[in-house]
């Protein structure tokens, strides 16, 4: 199909739609240029009318790239979240976070997928907005809402387009909540430990005793562990600076009997399972990390906070636990927690033994028993396959 003016070119990121026509104007002849967009997210049909219209207006002695045309005129809403999520995938984030990504654009944005993003204004974002809040929460709106800022901002940023400024800007938010943990005792915490299986209670365990993220405590891998520490990949962390090297995690006395107490009972209940703390799941085919420790998930790393500032833990020894960034130039000397292993497996002790003291002696003498009689094991069975819900909608 010969189309005129327009062709395919290889530009900064990715191959592009040109269109080129000379045009002559009171007796002067000039080449017109124009950028329609990349070929993975502008459709081509649009690319063919649009060089239709060009070629016509410059027929017509009519500089097409003088009116203002947009070339994202073409792209729509459902092109915009298609190239966010082929852009989240390039950066390695989670299957988890791109279906959701989607999801959230089929539910709440479904009258807008064949919208061009450029006829979508400030009041439509405000009216949506509210829409989303008044059916399905704040929460909802502002995921929502903000998953199109950041789409229309990948686009930009990596698209060779002149975009206009985004709508959702300047469109205010629902505020979020602080997190109120209120609810929260540690004798209501010690009672729940002694009515769950042995591995949820080691895993909740572990997670008051270390103040590891709710990600990072399930995904703990048997490989990782050491003697006296877990070290931890750092691009499987929040800070995934590569300079800052992997994670280490001191263990401290407890902690060391709650692994090696783990690793033996996963031997005989999970033997082929290469995580810590595995579980089942529920149709019992397939054994793999918890994926669902509720209710006590975060809420045990903001305790392992508190207590380090009860304790009087320096707060740089604190920052290092948590995985938290150090502000200033001392980040480039303290930055690495393996340079200050001893120090942290210190304070680890302190922290460990502070929380250890609250537990009733009823259940104290029985928190890190694990059975050993009796224990059948959990085979893997291979899992059907599922769809790929996040490479289309």
């Not at 010969?2 to 395919?8: A, E, K, M, T």
């Not at 709650?258 to 397939?286: C, H, K, N, Q, Y």
């Not at 002790?349 to 537990?359: C, D, F, G, M, W």
């Not at 396959?385 to 490479?391: A, F, K, L």
Request: one cysteine or more.
């Amino acid at each position: 199909m010969q189309v005129p003016g327009l062709s395919i070119r290889r530009g900064k990121r990715g191959d592009v739609y040109k269109f080129q026509m000379d045009m002559t104007n009171g007796g002067r002849r000039r080449t017109v240029y124009a950028t329609l967009g990349r070929v993975d997210v502008i459709p081509f049909d649009y690319a063919v009318a649009t060089c239709v219209r060009f070629a016509e207006l410059i027929r017509s002695g009519i500089d097409p790239t003088l009116e203002s045309l947009s070339p994202t005129g073409g792209l729509n809403v459902k092109s915009l979240i298609k190239h966010y999520v082929a852009d989240l995938k390039t950066r390695g984030k989670s299957e988890r976070y791109r279906h959701d990504v989607l999801r959230r654009a089929e539910l709440y944005l479904q009258d807008w997928l064949d919208k061009p993003i450029v006829k979508i204004r400030k009041s439509d974002i405000r009216d949506k907005h509210k829409e989303i809040t008044a059916k399905h929460g704040p929460r909802a709106a502002n995921q929502t809402i903000g998953n199109f800022a950041t789409a229309w901002k990948v686009a930009e940023q990596t698209m060779d387009a002149d975009f206009p400024v985004c709508p959702a800007k300047y469109v205010r938010k629902n505020p979020e909540k602080a997190a109120d943990y209120s609810w929260f005792s540690l004798d209501q915490f010690w009672q729940d430990t002694a009515r769950v299986s042995p591995m949820l209670r080691m895993c909740w365990l572990f997670g008051l005793l270390s103040g590891l993220r709710t990600g990072n405590l399930c995904g703990i891998r048997r490989e990782w562990v050491h003697d006296d520490r877990v070290v931890i990949p750092r691009e499987l962390m929040k800070t995934k600076e590569a300079r800052r090297g992997a994670f280490v995690l001191p263990l401290s006395g407890p902690m060391r009997k709650i692994v090696e107490r783990t690793l033996a009972f996963g031997d005989l209940a999970f033997p082929e399972s290469a995580w810590l703390f595995s579980s089942v799941s529920r149709d019992g085919r397939e054994v793999g990390p918890f994926t669902n420790i509720r209710p006590y998930g975060k809420v045990l790393r903001h305790i392992h906070r508190t207590t380090c500032t009860n304790v009087e833990v320096h707060p740089e020894l604190s920052d290092l636990l948590h995985d938290h960034a150090i502000q200033g130039i001392g980040d480039v000397y303290t930055q690495r927690s393996a340079l200050r292993f001893e120090a942290l497996l210190t304070a680890q002790e302190k922290v460990s033994a502070y929380l250890l003291a609250s537990a009733p002696e009823s259940i104290s003498t029985t928190l890190f028993d694990l059975p050993t009689d009796g224990v059948k094991p959990r085979l893997r069975y291979r899992k059907r396959p599922r769809s790929n819900h996040v490479d289309g909608y």
